[in-house]
C-alpha cells in the first residue's frame, strides 16, 4: 500500500510548505524580483516567511522562501522561473 501524497519521483510529500534557497549578487531589487516571480506562480506565497542572509563581504545574498506547494510539477515550476531570472546565480 502507498501512500497517495507522497510522490514517487521525490519522496516529499505534498502538500507542504517547501524551503527554497535563492541566491544572487545583491541588487536592490533582488528580493522584490525573487517575489514576484514566485508570487507569479504561487498567488498564496507569503513574503514574510522569507529569511535573508548575506554574505560575510557584502558582495551575495541568500533568500530562503517557504512556499506552499501542492504537487511536484508546481515545485518545479517555481524553480524552472526563478533559475531562468538572469539576476540569481543558485537556486536550491
Same mark, same amino acid.
Given at each position: 500500500?502507498? +501512500?497517495?501524497n507522497?510522490?514517487?519521483?521525490?519522496?516529499?510529500?505534498? !502538500?507542504?510548505?517547501? @524551503? &527554497?534557497?535563492?541566491m /544572487?549578487?545583491?541588487? +536592490?531589487e533582488?528580493t522584490?524580483?525573487?517575489?514576484?516571480? &514566485?508570487t507569479?506562480k504561487n498567488e498564496?506565497? +507569503? !513574503?514574510s516567511?522569507?529569511?535573508?542572509k548575506g554574505?560575510?563581504? /557584502?558582495?551575495?545574498?541568500?533568500?530562503?522562501?517557504?512556499?506552499?506547494?501542492k504537487?511536484? !510539477?508546481?515545485?518545479? +515550476?517555481?524553480?524552472?522561473?526563478?533559475?531562468?531570472? @538572469?539576476m540569481?546565480k543558485?537556486?536550491?
Amino acid at each position: 500500500m502507498t +501512500d497517495q501524497n507522497i510522490s514517487p519521483e521525490t519522496l516529499i510529500e505534498f !502538500p507542504c510548505h517547501f @524551503p &527554497i534557497k535563492v541566491m /544572487g549578487e545583491v541588487h +536592490d531589487e533582488f528580493t522584490s524580483t525573487v517575489i514576484e516571480i &514566485i508570487t507569479q506562480k504561487n498567488e498564496k506565497f +507569503d !513574503p514574510s516567511t522569507i529569511e535573508m542572509k548575506g554574505s560575510s563581504e /557584502g558582495r551575495y545574498i541568500s533568500l530562503t522562501c517557504f512556499v506552499y506547494v501542492k504537487n511536484k !510539477p508546481e515545485l518545479d +515550476d517555481i524553480y524552472r522561473s526563478l533559475s531562468s531570472h @538572469p539576476m540569481i546565480k543558485v537556486v536550491l
